[in-house]
Nanobody, 122 residues
Framework: VQLQASGGGLVQVGGSLRLSCAAS????????MGWFRQGPGKEREFVAG????????NHADSVKGRFTISRDNVKKTVYLQMNNLKPEDTAVYYC????????????????WGQGTLVTVSS
């Protein structure tokens, strides 16, 4: 599975962005899809994850109420709608996928995209 993330950019505090991540390389979607981020000088951290049918969704406490993950299995794409962005949201955002589970740890995902940079300016 190849993952292609897009949608990053420069936005002001309080603004919004929507990230997309398209999966390719086979006909069916992965079971779990998620977003992680890595800020300057920080470890990569879990942001949000969603199961194949959207029945299970998890968001990190730091983004609850501001970010929303969703997916479209026909398009084999997962989205991250980010509202009310803050400077601490500045990071490279990575999408990830797993054929087996929905998790919040990096080790639980087999496939990774290349990352897209989000910069929130004050």
């Amino acid at each position: 599975v190849q993952l292609q993330a897009s949608g990053g950019g420069l936005v002001q505090v309080g603004g919004s962005l929507r990230l997309s991540c398209a999966a390719s390389g086979r006909t069916y979607s992965p079971y779990g899809m998620g977003w992680f981020r890595q800020g300057p000088g920080k470890e990569r951290e879990f942001v949000a994850g969603i199961s194949w049918n959207g029945g299970t969704i998890n968001h990190a406490d730091s983004v609850k109420g501001r970010f929303t993950i969703s997916r479209d299995n026909v398009k084999k794409t997962v989205y991250l709608q980010m509202n009310n962005l803050k400077p601490e949201d500045t990071a490279v955002y990575y999408c990830a996928a797993s054929d087996y589970k929905l998790g919040s740890r990096r080790s639980e995902y087999e496939y990774w995209g290349q990352g897209t940079l989000v910069t929130v300016s004050s």
